[in-house]
Each structure stands twice: as structure tokens, then as C-alpha cells.
């Protein structure tokens, strides 16, 4: 089945510096990858998305990179605020979904 | 985006009682649906895929009698959990899908306390 490894699993950041959230993933069948935001005790909430075809997409402060080849893919938050803080998961779609294990971001004012 | 509704948000039961909890997807039919649980701190670990119409595919590890789930609509997944005991207790959490769509749309999750 897939694998699906993110890292690191805490990070914590400044107000206005830029996360980074790495994911790997084992299924070259894998063609759609998601990620979701989750804050405590609510549903993950769907974020940005990218699909096999493209290799980066970009929504205002958040931006999502894949490399197909070598089967990363990474979050980027630039600017950050305290509402960024949450949990983020990646995920790879087989289609089922494959999380990561998730990582706990934390923006200090 | 499309609405998932999921019922009861919380529940407290006594061991070796059984609780239903249920999925519904409000404004999209939901081909497929599927059931996670997640442990605080933790991810969200795929229990069952559940399609319309057939009987729901469950993850290794995962006891078919013990979850019990029933997608008898496209709106419409149940997760039963039986004879709860207190290593049951999770949060518990759906997600649906629309035929021929990659997004997964959650639901708002139930925690489950077994006494």
C-alpha cells in the first residue's frame, strides 16, 4: 500500500517567517495530493490540493510544490500568522487516501 | 465546498453498549465514503471505504463485526460500533467523496468515550 511520511512532525515559527512541510510518498500510482489543515477537536479542512500532471500551485500565502520523480511534496506558508497554527496533514491519493503523519505548526507573535 | 454533517459529535456509553454514528452528505451524492479514526496527536488512520450499494472494504487490522458500517444511500453512511469497551474510545470521523471527484470532504467528527 502507500506510504506517506511528513516531516517534521513540530515546527514552530515567528510571525511572518515562511513554514515549510516536507511529505514523501511510495506509490508511483499515487495522482492526487492534498493537503489539510486541522485545528483541535474540528475536521481537517481541505487547503490546497495539487495533481500529478502540474508541479506547483500557488494560493495567496500558501503554496504547494510536487517532484514526481523523486515522490516529494512540500507546503509552503509564507508570511505567517497565528492563525496559521494547526495541525497539517499531507495525504496521496490512490485514490484512497494515505496521511502523513501530521505536523503541529505553531506561529509565535 | 460540499457539506458533510456527521451525528453525534460526542457520546459517553457504558462498556459492552453499541453506538451508531452517522454521515450524511448535504448537498452531493457521496459514492463513496469512508471512516477514519484518530487518537489525539495523532493522524487519521483509515478504518473502512464504504461505496453505495456494497459492503465496505476494511483496513488490515480493522474487525468487520466489531465496525459495522451501512451505506445504504448516497447520502447516507453509518459507522455501528459494538459492544464498545473502553479501548474503543477515539475520535471517530467520515469523510465523503462524489462519483468522479478527488476531493475529500470531512465530517465534523465524534468522540467516543467508552466507560
Known amino acids: 500500500g502507500e506510504n506517506v511520511e511528513q516531516h517534521p512532525s513540530t515546527l514552530s515559527v515567528q510571525e511572518g517567517d515562511s513554514a515549510v512541510i516536507k511529505c514523501t510518498y511510495s506509490d508511483s500510482a499515487s495522482n492526487y495530493f492534498p493537503w489539510y489543515k486541522q485545528e483541535l477537536g474540528k475536521r481537517p479542512q481541505l487547503i490546497i490540493d495539487?495533481?500529478?500532471?502540474?508541479g506547483e500551485k500557488k494560493d495567496q500565502r500558501i503554496a504547494v510544490t510536487l517532484n514526481k520523480t523523486a515522490k516529494h511534496f512540500s507546503l509552503h506558508i509564507t508570511e505567517t500568522q497565528p492563525e496559521d497554527s494547526a495541525v497539517y496533514f499531507c495525504?496521496?491519493?490512490?485514490?484512497?487516501?494515505?496521511f502523513g503523519a501530521g505536523t503541529t505548526v505553531t506561529v509565535r507573535a | 465546498g460540499a457539506v458533510v454533517s456527521q451525528h453525534p459529535s460526542w457520546v459517553i456509553c457504558k462498556s459492552g453498549t453499541s453506538v451508531k454514528i452517522e454521515c450524511r452528505s448535504l448537498?452531493?451524492?457521496?459514492?463513496?465514503m469512508f471512516w477514519y479514526r484518530q487518537f489525539p496527536k495523532q493522524s487519521l488512520m483509515l478504518m473502512a471505504t464504504?461505496?453505495?450499494?456494497?459492503?465496505?472494504?476494511?483496513e488490515q487490522g480493522v474487525e468487520k463485526d466489531k465496525f459495522l458500517i451501512n451505506h445504504a444511500s448516497l447520502t447516507l453512511s453509518t459507522l455501528t460500533v459494538t459492544s464498545a469497551h473502553p479501548e474503543d474510545s477515539s475520535f471517530y470521523i467520515c469523510?465523503?467523496?462524489?462519483?468522479?471527484?478527488?476531493?475529500?470532504?470531512f465530517g465534523s467528527g465524534t468522540q467516543l468515550s467508552v466507560l
Open positions: 495525504a496521496a491519493s490512490r485514490p484512497e487516501l494515505s
Open positions: 495539487i495533481r500529478s500532471n502540474v
Open positions: 464504504s461505496n453505495e450499494g456494497s459492503k465496505a472494504t476494511y
Open positions: 448537498d452531493f451524492q457521496a459514492t463513496t
Open positions: 469523510s465523503a467523496r462524489g462519483q468522479g471527484h478527488e476531493k475529500l470532504f
